[in-house]
């Protein structure tokens, strides 16, 4: 499967276009990207009850005020938070792309750090009944492995990075790093931090397999300036892109 246009076609708006009244991964949020004419990238991670619920924090304290991780609620719990003090709530998955219908693209990054969940059978599940432009995309081989066997129509992209701040052994830092599983992910893209690029693997894998090359996360128009010369595609956050990154 070749990478399709609209990946590449628009700067992605990281988790949403949010501020301080409409919380990142809200509806308030997407509904801000779709209007500017931007295409969302969003974070769905799974219920105590295996509902697929777009948050990106693996803590709910810092957007909700409730010390609790997301995989301990239950669905009804985790409707009754509110989001930054907003009447925003946390949207499910399903609730999400029921209130996008296409109007833009979509860039799911599916949130799991173990062996494959209840999450991606239900992601999977959602997903083939949406008619939009849609892709998923994670930092977990495991995760897209588990797409890649069970649903290969869907879109996936590898996200990687130096995972200095990560509590994971060194030698699984140096392996998802450098991209080492992507026998086991095959990405149609690949997704990278952008302050550390260039780096040799995501270049070579750009160059010589032709893998769109996506930088995160870009936060000002001088970081646009300077990652669109290193990628063929950005996801940003803070400002709003006056102009399309281009190679």
Not at 198 to 216: D, E, I, K, N, T
């Amino acid at each position: 499967m070749t990478a399709p246009s609209w990946l590449l076609a628009k700067p992605f708006a990281h988790r949403g276009l949010f501020d301080a009244t409409r919380p990142e991964n809200s509806l308030a949020a997407i509904d801000a990207a779709i209007a500017a004419g931007f295409p969302i990238e969003i974070d769905v991670q799974v219920s105590a009850d295996g509902q697929a619920v777009i948050f990106h924090d693996w803590n709910l304290l810092r957007l909700t005020g409730t010390d609790a991780r997301v995989v301990h609620l239950t669905a009804s719990e985790l409707t009754r938070l509110r989001l930054l003090k907003t009447t925003e709530t946390i949207p499910f998955l399903e609730e999400a792309l029921e209130h996008i219908a296409g109007r833009q693209p979509v860039l799911l990054e599916v949130k799991n750090r173990r062996q494959p969940t209840s999450l991606e059978p239900e992601v999977a599940r959602l997903l083939q009944a949406y008619k939009g432009p849609i892709a998923v995309h994670s930092f977990n081989p495991y995760t897209l492995g588990w797409f890649r066997g069970n649903h290969p129509e869907i879109l996936r992209g590898q996200i990687s990075c130096a995972f200095d701040t990560d509590d994971m052994a060194a030698w699984k830092k140096l392996i998802l790093a450098h991209y080492g599983m992507t026998w086991m992910s095959r990405p149609h893209f690949i997704s990278h931090h952008w302050k550390r690029l260039p780096a040799l693997v995501p270049c070579l894998l750009r160059r010589m397999f032709r893998l769109p090359l996506l930088g995160w996360t870009i936060q000002s128009p001088e970081d646009h300036a300077a990652a669109a010369l290193l990628v063929d595609n950005i996801i940003f956050e803070g400002f709003v892109p006056g102009t399309q990154p281009s190679d």
